[in-house]
Every structure is written in structure tokens, then in C-alpha cells.
């Protein structure tokens, strides 16, 4: 595990700002050695609100996007994480994950395109107040070989605790593709689990964030507000 990196600000909008910024030079500077630059997002109200920030100023025209993890549903769905990428970056190149009639063969199709492209200039993940990541939830079915770092990078179906309960989500493997890796968190319930993972208490080894945090090959930025 290389040493992460924490970032606190005192506000959200702050916070925002600040990856924002640091997402934006990490972007820039893939685009200035290659065509285009990979980009892994994930859903839900944080990162909504850091679309407009990033789009203020990136040239979306030469990103390949796709969402960490995606719920079963129809695309066009406002539970859609790819609808709310697709809106919020629209002249990206936005991969649906729906790349199949059933959760099985979409995940088997979307990871394989996902391994044809270049290692991700950026991946940034979310997080729950139950420590999961992406849609990799605790005690899910398979869990142990999604956060396996040494699997094949994929996509997998997966099951949430909550309705809707089918998922799609990248493996811990393909989301280590990043060459820079982040999580966005708000909240104190979430710096609990982050402080417990960072000081490697045996009570949050078996959390999913404990797997992005501590078996990372990259340090990850952490970026967080009350």
C-alpha cells in the first residue's frame, strides 16, 4: 500500500472545488501526451454536483467515460448512473454498462471493452455509510474475488442491500487501472469508517473501502467534508 492522501476541507463546496482542480490536472495532463483520456466516475448527488466544475473547463470531446457501477435499471432511468454522467459530461464518450439482456452478459461485455482501453487517467470512487465502494457491498455473494487485487480487471453483477438490489460494478482490479485514484466522501459517519480503515482496525478489514484504501498500487486521494 502506498500512503494516502487526505484532504479536508471544512465545506462541501470547497471539497468539490479542490478534486475538481486536482481531477482536472490529472486529466490535462494524459491529453497532452495521448488523444484521449479515460475517466471512471461514479453516481449519486456528490459527484452530480462536481460535473459542472469539471466540465467549465475540460475538452469533453476526447474522454472516454464510464460509471464505476451502475443499478439495473433502464438507461434513461433518473436512478441511471451512466443518464447522470451522460448529462452532466455530454459531449463525452459515455460507455453504457447495459451492454447485454441480462446482468451477467452486460458486466461480461462491458469489462471486456473497459480492458481495451488505455489504463484510466482518473478513477474516482464514492463511498456508503456501510463501507462499500463502487456497487461492491459487505457480505455481498463473490465479494472476496471482487476484491481480489490480482483478479482479472472485470465487471461483475452484483446485489445491493437495497432496492434497486441488481448492480453492475467494475472489480477492485479493474478500478486499480487509474493512474490516480480517488474517493469522495462527505459526512462523519464516512470519516469514521475512513479513519478506521487508514488505522487499519481489525473491525473495517472486511469492508470494501478497506480494499480500495489498503491494497491500493497507487496512494489515494481522499477528499472530504463534514
Known sequence: MSQNLLHCHAQ?????????????????????????AGLILPGGSSPQALLPLLAQQLDSQRIDLS??????????????????????????????PRQG???????????????????????LLGMGEDGHIASLFPAMPGLAGALDPLAKPAALPALAPQEPRERLSLNLAMLQRG??????????RKRELIDAVLADQSSARELPLYAWLQRSPLPVNIYWAP
Open 67 to 96: 460509471p464505476s457501477d451502475e443499478r439495473w435499471v433502464a438507461a434513461q432511468s433518473a436512478e441511471s448512473n451512466w443518464q447522470l454522467l451522460h448529462q452532466g459530461l455530454p459531449n463525452a464518450n459515455c460507455l453504457d
Open 12 to 36: 462541501r463546496a470547497a471539497c468539490l472545488h479542490a478534486l475538481a482542480a486536482d481531477l482536472l490536472a490529472q486529466i490535462q495532463a494524459t491529453l497532452a501526451q495521448h488523444p484521449r
Open 101 to 123: 439482456e441480462t446482468p451477467a452478459q452486460a458486466a461480461l461485455n462491458w469489462g471486456e471493452q473497459l480492458a481495451q482501453w488505455p489504463p484510466f487517467s482518473a478513477v
Open 179 to 188: 493512474q490516480w485514484l480517488g474517493l469522495l466522501a462527505f459526512g462523519e
